[in-house]
């Protein structure tokens, strides 16, 4: 099951929550907005290793239905996800060791820190809905396209007709094959 897809939602907005409560505490400098900042950035962090968590396990059940340009994105998009969920874990630390030891300079670094991970994570977000849509929506017609191009190939190299119709019945197997693989990793998201 593909929960990776509901977990990302809460990692990119869960440290924008957290980055307005840590303006408003850098502001005001209540004690409540502290308390809430603090909780807020360590749900941040849990929400973000659950989304590395989750993306690491679905990333090989799609990868080999990308292309090598998806592929390769997919594994940039997975480092940088593990790279966010270290730091904003760190930064987690360091807001609540702040907070707990009543170090205001602490938790602004922190807070100002976590303003650029809040960015990351929104153009990681952003990386994330191309893997979707620019290279995952099109998994069955890549998964075609291939085939088809392997097919015409090995088509050129028989000689008779019923050799040559018996590779495009191979290929239109194999495309129904990727098809239902496909139907079952989005039916597995919709759950």
């Known amino acids: 099951m593909m929960l990776h897809p509901a977990i990302a939602h809460f990692a990119i907005v869960l440290p924008v929550v957290a980055s ?8 005001t400098r ?5 308390k809430i900042s ?11 290793v659950g989304a590395w968590y989750t993306g690491n396990q679905t990333g090989p059940e799609i990868y080999d239905y990308l292309s090598e340009a998806g592929q390769q994105e997919l594994v ?26 009543n170090k205001f300079r602490l938790e602004a670094v922190a807070i100002v820190l976590l303003l650029i991970v809040t960015a990351t994570a929104l153009v990681q977000g952003k990386d994330g809905g191309e893997l979707v849509y620019k290279h995952g929506t099109p998994f069955k017609s890549f998964s075609i396209l291939e085939t088809l191009n392997d097919a015409a190939l ?4 028989e000689d008779h007709a019923d050799s040559k119709l018996e590779v495009y019945q191979d290929a239109l197997e194999d495309i129904k094959l990727h098809s239902n693989e496909v139907d079952k990793l989005y039916r597995s998201e919709e759950r």
Request: hydrophobic content about 60%.
């Open 20 to 27: 307005v409560f840590g303006i408003m505490y850098l502001a």
């Open 154 to 157: 090995d088509e050129q190299e």
């Open 38 to 48: 603090s909780v807020s950035i360590f749900l941040a962090a849990l929400a973000m």
């Open 76 to 101: 940039e998009h997975k480092n940088l996800g593990l790279y966010l969920a270290i730091v904003l874990s760190l930064l987690s630390v360091l807001k609540l060791l702040g907070w707990k030891l």
């Open 30 to 34: 209540k004690e409540l907005l502290g």
